[in-house]
């Protein structure tokens, strides 16, 4: 949300008796809360580096960040306290009447309060909020508070809630990702709001914490109740709606490659979760119970500070684990799982329970946060849906860091040195990442499952794995021999050598191939007769631009521009877009950029158009007809792209066009821009090549017409098929007509080709199917000129087009475009001889 630019803000200061972190907290404030006035006091000596406080250093920052509205101070401990109320002392009264010391959590006040003071909140506001995150300090700066616990302050009682439901289209429902992008929505408004499973009646459960969300257990296609109250309970409900309505923004993702798809389960029992084959000795895998001491806490309020700066530095680990690149770069499961378990830690179920057992139980820090992550393990593995009880494990994990952190060490189990089998009773995100560069072959998980998060990092590390083998735990003894393929599920203990050696063969063969495709993923994309296909990578953000570079991407064959305008309260200006779109091109360097223009409406909503609600938006004002309603929303985002795009090979992409004048509307709408930019005497691409999405029917049977004016295609299959089919994609009783196979989708794209190439045009693939194997030799067949793909998807797909010959590819396609079921279509596609 944008603060107020006419008013002064409410400066903070952080003091703390250490320097990295008051800066890690200064850091993580503005990260949410950019260009406050914000200052840090911490450490001494002469480069601050040893602990403790300097009044004087407080008494300057208090300066600094005094800007008239007041200034809010937050402190770490006891002597800092002291040190601050010392600075007090030599402020001007002027400027002391608006000073505040604030009995506030350190890492959860400061961010509550620059939230407040970046919207414009004045000083009882911006403190407020910030007692609100916890009131642990009270008993020093308000020693005759008796309250124990902060409640935040809301609405009047005779207010009335505003209310939305909406159904959940996620996969596994609303699980440890998605509930923390929820919270994370959720903190960003001022508004009480409360969650509720309204298929089941559970609830309500706060929308601040995650495990509260967590035990609603709201599955796919039950629905969500959300319920507000206070000043932005409009907008807030707004923005969570799109967010619910979008998934969450988890990726579409081809079957074989989805770490949420269901596995086939083998003939002999066992879950297959991570592909590939594995030999070596098994290595029993135990993780030792923490020794906790159960000693009473002689200072209450020093035990509940040294535990918030125990979590505050597990925060930092987690972060730095989020950064840390799989096999094929920095993958977004990963980064997920461990934001995921950050926002766990921010979790009010977790700290009231500790809190307690320190207040009212006088249990030390570390046996008062094993109590609290102990009981809410034990609340998600009591939870009827599998993939939530799979949470308990993350719950331990980061229970676990957090002990670490205060000097209660669980002995790590020893990582073999040779290449060996571990056999473990789950696999926690943090022991699957210690697995990275060692010599574990695979994994086999006693429990466990497809969609555990140690499982999902098993696949971004490339380590084969199975699950679900506790049936056969008898067999598994230290040190025998064995052999798994994480691909079918089997399992085989003391393997004959004919049958070891078959599978040694089996592994090397796979592991020549990956390594070859990765190593040969920079060329290019031509078959064995000589027909180039492009290959181009989707992207969403800096770090998809930089990893498609490095996956061999030839392009960026759709630039999703959402992520500027999703999740705010007003639209970004033009400078805030040109500065994104830079960054993304600078990233990803030379090369063709199609960048898509605003595709919203439908699943995702824009609160601040005042968008009305319609009964079925996926057929209304969405897309480009959004754009084409608001000239000036889409006049500043074609101004920001014609000014990042000079010197670039940009090309401008127009979603769900539907016919021609929607399409020239757009096109007079581009060249309106760059008359206005050559008005300013501003830089900017001229000419710029202008390409329409092909997702909608009409757009398909009118493509020779629009073939005229469009200089490029782009086949969006995701909504083409959907739309055709009349079968809404989230909708999993419909899953049957969810793929690219079907006839008349085949007919369509075989139209939608031959119709562009009449003229000249070139057509892409950006849906998902241009990532499945089968169906992207398919489309090569029927005539696509490119395939637009997930990076972790270039050097698979570059290397399936350089063992095909084009002319096997057309007879496979002509046979399928007179198939007239899926199966058929199937049958058809059936590898040529010799492949």
């Given at each position: 949300m944008a603060p107020p630019t006419e008013q002064p803000r409410v400066g903070i200061v952080l003091v703390s008796h250490s320097r990295p972190l008051a800066l890690a907290v200064k850091a993580l404030v503005e990260a949410m809360a950019p260009d406050l006035p914000l200052a840090v006091a911490a450490g001494t000596g002469p480069d601050r580096s040893e602990l403790g406080t300097d009044a004087m250093e407080i008494l300057e920052a208090i300066q600094s960040v005094s800007m008239g509205a007041g200034v809010l101070v937050l402190m770490d401990m006891g002597s800092a306290v002291l040190s601050a109320e010392t600075a007090l002392g030599f402020l001007d009264d002027e400027i002391k009447a608006k000073v505040r010391l604030c009995a506030a959590p350190f890492v959860e006040g400061a961010v509550a309060a620059g939230v407040v003071s970046h919207i414009g909140g004045d000083l009882e506001a911006v403190e407020r909020e910030a007692l609100g995150a916890l009131s642990q300090k009270s008993s020093h700066l308000a020693p005759d508070s008796t309250a124990s616990t902060f409640t935040p302050s809301a609405a009047p009682q005779a207010e009335v809630e505003t209310e939305i439901v909406l159904p959940v289209r996620n996969p596994h429902g609303l699980h440890a990702r998605p509930a923390a992008k929820l919270v994370q929505a959720a903190a960003r408004f001022r508004a009480e709001i409360r969650v509720f499973n309204a298929t089941t009646g559970k609830g309500p459960a706060s929308a601040r914490s995650l495990s509260g969300i967590g035990a609603l257990e709201i599955l796919q296609g039950q629905q969500i109740r959300l319920a507000a109250s206070g000043p932005e309970s409009e907008a807030a409900l707004q923005a969570l709606g799109a967010l619910i309505a979008s998934g969450f923004g988890e990726a579409e993702e081809p079957a074989s490659s989805s770490s949420n798809d269901p596995a086939p389960v083998s003939t002999n029992g066992l879950l297959p979760v991570s592909d590939g084959i594995a030999l070596g000795p098994l290595f029993l895998f135990s993780a030792g119970e923490p020794v906790i001491p159960d000693t009473p806490a002689e200072n209450r309020s020093a035990e509940l500070q040294k535990l918030r700066e125990a979590v505050a530095a597990a925060c930092i680990d987690l972060d730095t684990?989020?950064?840390?690149?799989?096999?094929?770069?920095?993958?977004?499961?990963?980064?997920?799982?461990?934001?995921?378990?950050?926002?766990?830690?921010?979790?009010?179920?977790?700290?009231?329970?500790?809190?307690?057992?320190?207040?009212?139980?006088?249990?030390?820090?570390?046996?008062?946060?094993?109590?609290?992550?102990?009981?809410?393990?034990?609340?998600?593995?009591?939870?009827?849906?599998?993939?939530?009880?799979?949470?308990?494990?993350?719950?331990?994990?980061?229970?676990?860091?957090?002990?670490?952190?205060?000097?209660?060490?669980?002995?790590?189990?020893?990582?073999?040195?040779?290449?060996?089998?571990?056999?473990?009773?789950?696999?926690?995100?943090?022991?699957?990442?210690?697995?990275?560069?060692?010599?574990?072959?695979?994994?086999?998980?006693?429990?466990?499952?497809?969609?555990?998060?140690?499982?999902?990092?098993?696949?971004?590390?490339g380590i084969p794995a199975l699950a679900q083998?506790?049936?056969?735990?008898?067999?598994?003894?230290?040190?025998?021999?064995a052999a798994l393929d994480g691909t079918t599920g089997e399992l085989w203990i003391d393997p004959a050598p004919e049958l070891r050696a078959e599978l040694e063969s089996r592994r090397d063969l796979s592991r020549v191939a990956r390594i070859r495709e990765l190593e040969e993923a920079l060329r290019p994309a031509v078959t064995r007769d000589g027909h180039r296909v492009e290959i181009a990578a989707n992207v969403g953000g800096v770090d998809d631009a930089r990893n498609a570079r490095h996956s061999g991407a030839e392009g960026i064959g759709l630039l999703r521009t959402e992520f500027l305008f999703l999740d705010r309260a007003s639209a970004p200006n033009e400078e805030e877009q040109y500065q994104a779109l830079r960054a993304i091109f600078d990233a990803f360097g030379p090369g063709p950029l199609v960048v898509r223009t605003l595709d919203a409406g439908g699943d995702k909503n824009l609160p601040y158009l005042g968008m009305p609600k319609e009964a079925n938006p996926f057929l209304g004002v969405r897309a480009l007809r959004i754009s084409l309603r608001h000239p000036e929303l889409f006049q500043t985002q074609l101004r920001a792209l014609l000014r990042a795009g000079d010197g670039r090979e940009l090309r401008i992409m127009f979603p769900m066009?539907?016919?021609?004048?929607?399409?020239?509307?757009?096109?007079?709408?581009?060249?309106?821009?760059?008359?206005?930019?050559?008005?300013?005497?501003?830089?900017?691409?001229?000419?710029?090549?202008?390409?329409?999405?092909?997702?909608?029917?009409?757009?398909?049977?009118?493509?020779?017409?629009?073939?005229?004016?469009?200089?490029?295609?782009?086949?969006?299959?995701?909504?083409?098929?959907?739309?055709?089919?009349?079968?809404?994609?989230?909708?999993?009783?419909?899953?049957?007509?969810?793929?690219?196979?079907?006839?008349?989708?085949?007919?369509?794209?075989?139209?939608?080709?031959?119709?562009?190439?009449?003229?000249?045009?070139?057509?892409?693939?950006?849906?998902?199917?241009?990532?499945?194997?089968?169906?992207?030799?398919?489309?090569?067949?029927?005539?696509?000129?490119?395939?637009?793909?997930?990076?972790?998807?270039?050097?698979?797909?570059?290397?399936?087009?350089?063992?095909?010959?084009?002319?096997?590819?057309?007879?496979?396609?002509?046979?399928?475009?007179?198939?007239?079921?899926?199966?058929?279509?199937?049958?058809?596609?059936?590898?040529?001889?010799?492949?």
């Open positions: 684990e989020r950064k840390e690149p799989g096999i094929g770069g920095v993958s977004d499961d990963r980064a997920a799982i461990f934001e995921a378990q950050r926002i766990l830690l921010d979790d009010p179920a977790l700290w009231e329970a500790a809190d307690r057992a320190v207040t009212e139980d006088h249990a030390n820090a570390a046996a008062a946060w094993r109590q609290s992550t102990e009981k809410l393990r034990r609340q998600y593995e009591g939870l009827s849906d599998d993939y939530l009880r799979r949470r308990g494990a993350d719950v331990s994990d980061v229970g676990r860091r957090v002990l670490a952190k205060l000097g209660i060490e669980t002995a790590a189990p020893p990582i073999p040195a040779h290449p060996s089998i571990l056999v473990c009773d789950d696999l926690t995100p943090s022991e699957a990442v210690r697995l990275r560069d060692t010599a574990v072959a695979g994994v086999i998980c006693l429990a466990g499952g497809r969609t555990s998060h140690g499982a999902i990092l098993l696949r971004n590390l083998a506790r049936a056969r735990v008898s067999e598994l003894r230290e040190g025998v021999p066009v539907a016919d021609v004048e929607e399409l020239d509307r757009a096109i007079v709408a581009v060249e309106t821009a760059h008359r206005s930019l050559v008005a300013e005497g501003r830089a900017h691409l001229w000419p710029v090549p202008t390409g329409i999405m092909i997702e909608i029917p009409s757009a398909a049977l009118l493509a020779d017409a629009l073939a005229r004016r469009a200089d490029f295609f782009s086949i969006g299959t995701n909504d083409l098929t959907q739309y055709t089919l009349a079968a809404d994609r989230g909708n999993p009783a419909l899953g049957a007509y969810h793929e690219p196979f079907h006839p008349a989708v085949l007919e369509l794209i075989a139209r939608i080709v031959e119709a562009a190439h009449r003229h000249g045009k070139p057509v892409a693939v950006c849906g998902e199917a241009a990532a499945d194997p089968v169906a992207a030799r398919l489309l090569i067949g029927l005539g696509i000129d490119e395939l637009s793909v997930a990076s972790r998807a270039i050097p698979r797909i570059k290397a399936i087009v350089r063992a095909s010959r084009l002319a096997d590819l057309h007879v496979q396609a002509l046979a399928a475009r007179q198939a007239s079921t899926i199966v058929a279509v199937r049958a058809a596609l059936e590898p040529p001889p010799g492949d």
